[in-house]
């Protein structure tokens, strides 16, 4: 499933990623410009990133970006926790 798709209003594709050998699921994000990088984060990367509001490892990130990453983030996660139970 898809959080963010590109588009003319949107340089990002948020997307579920393969699971972990773990079985843990990823989440990829992917800017544009950088979509090459391959960039794909754990939950628990996720949480972190939100309790911080630090998002300045994930590639291509600017600040404006924050608040649509922040809401394709937390969507995934209300998922992930939904899919526990």
């Known amino acids: 499933m898809a959080y963010l798709r590109y588009s003319p209003d949107c340089d990002w594709h948020v997307f ?13 994000v992917w800017h544009k410009d950088h979509e090459a990088e391959g960039a794909s984060y754990t939950v628990s990367m996720i949480q972190t990133m939100l309790e ?22 937390e ?3 209300d ?3 939904s899919a526990e139970i």
């Not at 579920?16 to 990829?28: F, I, K, N, P, Q």
């Not at 994930?58 to 990453?69: D, F, K, S, V, W």
């Open 16 to 28: 579920e990623d393969a699971m972990t050998d773990e079985g843990e699921s990823r989440l990829a």
């Open 52 to 73: 911080l509001e630090d998002y300045s490892g994930i590639p291509g990130y600017q600040p404006h970006h924050r608040r649509m990453l922040r809401d394709a983030f």
């Open 75 to 77: 969507v995934w996660l």
């Open 79 to 81: 998922e992930q926790s």
